[in-house]
């Protein structure tokens, strides 16, 4: 009977949440194109001056991140049609300007088309922007749910604006965080959190947008579970939720950032010290489902409606695609190739320099240090055990959605927050530091 009432819960849920995405990008397609044309094509000079790629020196290294997302995302809120919002808000075009563009193909199989010989995607934005009829192109494959906050703020912002706009958002719920876990748990796991974010490059995270929706749902969480407003109970819920939002604004960046992290910081608030490994590792799996579910449904639910709406027939064609993300059409040899000579290369280089074997350094000296005074239970307590099993994750998804983390290793690699965040949360998560907040509560004993 509980199972039963689970399951209706999760189901009105479900149903409560398509009606409020859907309503979303129905309500802010009525912001009419008047209003954000101005500050779209500022953008698009703004992105063209950039270039496709933005290059960094990150101690050791030369990285980049690329403006390709950044411009894509504009300019489907650009190409929306006034006249025509179900239809613009599900097939989601880019380089489209309503009554003049001739040639309209729809989404396909494989990478992203485009319009030249040489791919930039800045470039077709800057031309849509300018009146070219250029070829334009479906992307229906997405909720593009990060037009209900793009298409508003375009109204006032410029793309350069935005960017630290919400850079700054990032910030602050990283600060409410930090100062969360200091208050409740201790500075060691503050800076443990701390380390793993500057380990994958977080200070660089202000030159663009690529994948800052999902790290935006991730601290929302986080700082929600640091409240100690969600309990055990309804954790699987909020995982559930959250995890549907991020089908809903991201393009498949590093949604793992999103599903996972949540997870690791309510292991780091959980003071339950009655739960054995068994309970642990299947409140871990009831974790994973919560996520699939909520990501796996959400993403069906907008294929579905739209095939519904707008004819789009992109159910079968999403599926194709979800083999070719993994590597599916590739032959072994390929695959081997991909995922051991050029996927974790790539992923490796950005993802360990030499700060983050400093870090790592750092935080195995911390560990020894613990491990002298606690000796070795305090590496096999169930509340680790979580971090350990997290802490493989991004490895798993390396390897099974290889093509995807082959092709888009310069933001995939940002996945490795959540093997930073164990590890370092292994060695700091010290239960004989005491808490701000415990400091308080015994001086207030002692009066």
């Not at 650009?78 to 880019?94: A, F, G, L, P, Q």
Request: hydrophobic share 45%; charged share 20%.
């Amino acid at each position: 009977m509980n199972i039963l009432k689970q399951i209706i819960k999760y189901i009105i849920v479900y149903i409560v949440l398509m009606i409020i995405l859907f309503s979303a990008l129905l309500i802010v397609s009525v912001i009419p194109k008047s209003a954000i044309e101005e500050n779209c094509k500022e953008s698009a000079d703004q992105l063209l001056k950039q270039g496709e790629k933005i290059y960094y020196k990150s101690f050791d290294r030369q990285m980049y991140t690329d403006n390709s997302t950044d411009s894509i995302m504009i300019n489907i809120v650009y190409s929306m049609d006034d006249n025509n919002k179900i239809e613009s808000i599900m097939k989601c075009r880019r380089n489209y300007n309503p009554g003049e563009t001739t040639r309209v193909w729809e989404d396909m199989l494989g990478n992203l088309p485009y319009h030249s010989s040489r791919f930039s995607m800045v470039n077709e934005f800057y031309q849509t922007t300018k009146g070219i009829d250029i070829n334009s192109y479906e992307y229906a494959r997405y909720w593009h749910g990060y037009i209900v906050l793009l298409r508003p703020l375009l109204v006032f912002f410029d793309y350069k604006e935005i960017i630290v706009i919400m850079y700054l958002v990032l910030s602050v719920l990283l600060t409410i965080l930090l100062m969360n876990i200091y208050r409740k748990k201790g500075l060691p796991q503050t800076i443990a959190v701390l380390a793993a974010f500057i380990a994958v490059e977080y200070l660089e995270w202000y030159q663009n947008m690529q994948g800052n929706y999902v790290l935006l749902i991730a601290l929302i969480s986080s700082v929600l579970i640091s409240t100690g407003k969600i309990t055990r109970k309804h954790l699987n819920l909020l995982l559930f939720i959250e995890s549907g939002f991020i089908a809903y604004l991201d393009l498949l960046t590093f949604p793992l950032v999103g599903c996972v992290v949540p997870v690791i910081i309510y292991n780091l608030f959980d003071e339950e010290e009655d739960t054995n490994n068994k309970k642990r590792f299947r409140q871990l799996v009831g974790n994973g489902v919560a996520c699939i579910l909520g990501f796996g449904l959400v993403w069906l639910g907008k294929l579905v409606i739209s095939d519904w709406l707008v004819n789009t027939e992109i159910v079968d064609l999403s599926i194709k695609q979800l083999g070719f993300r993994l590597g599916m059409y590739l032959s072994s040899e390929q695959l081997k190739a991909r995922m051991f000579h050029r996927a974790y290369q790539k992923i490796f280089y950005y993802g360990l320099t030499k700060a983050d074997l400093i870090i790592i350094i750092l935080g195995t000296i911390y560990g020894l240090y613990c491990l002298k005074k606690y000796g070795p239970k305090y590496y096999f307590s169930s509340k680790k055990l979580v971090y350990y099993l997290c802490m493989i994750v991004p490895f798993i998804w390396y390897t099974i959605v290889v093509e995807h983390s082959y092709l888009h290793f310069f933001f995939t690699y940002r996945n490795l927050l959540i093997s930073y965040l164990c590890l370092l949360l292994i060695y700091a998560d010290n239960p004989g530091v005491k808490s701000i907040d415990n400091n308080i509560e015994e001086d207030k004993n002692n009066d």
